[in-house]
């Protein structure tokens, strides 16, 4: 089996950081795409980044130049800096990782969130 343990969320004033931590662990043989997903109150989950084995990132649109995702394979662990963070920020920010176990398969799995809330 394999799970994935998010941490690092918190409350912040506007303007402020947090960073998020991702570790997965489990008979993991090794593991693709990793990403942060959010899902605000009332509204779907919508993909935040995305970072590829490779080390390349892809951003939302909202999060641009003030997010950074990075990843540290030996730990199998992935991040999310958020900097000049904003209300529209506040959600349950959840961690996916595309999975190759060391059966061989090949499979998404997620976190159970981590709530992050921008408020003053």
């Known amino acids: 089996q394999v799970q994935l343990v998010e941490s690092g969320g918190g409350l912040v004033q506007p303007g402020g950081s947090l960073r998020l931590s991702c570790a997965a662990s489990?008979?993991?043989?090794?593991?693709?795409?990793m990403g942060w997903y959010r899902q605000a109150p009332g509204k779907q989950r919508e993909l935040v980044a995305i970072i590829t084995s490779g080390g390349s990132a892809n951003y939302a649109d909202s999060v641009k130049d003030r997010f950074t995702i990075t990843r540290d394979d030996a730990k199998n662990t992935v991040y999310l800096q958020m900097n000049s963070l904003k209300p529209e920020d506040t959600a349950v920010y959840y961690c996916?990782?595309?999975?190759?176990?060391?059966?061989?398969?090949?499979?998404?799995?997620w976190g159970k969130g981590t709530l992050v809330t921008v408020s003053s």
């Open positions: 996916n990782g595309q999975v190759v176990t060391r059966e061989f398969y090949h499979r998404a799995y």
């Open positions: 489990g008979s993991i043989f090794s593991i693709n795409d």
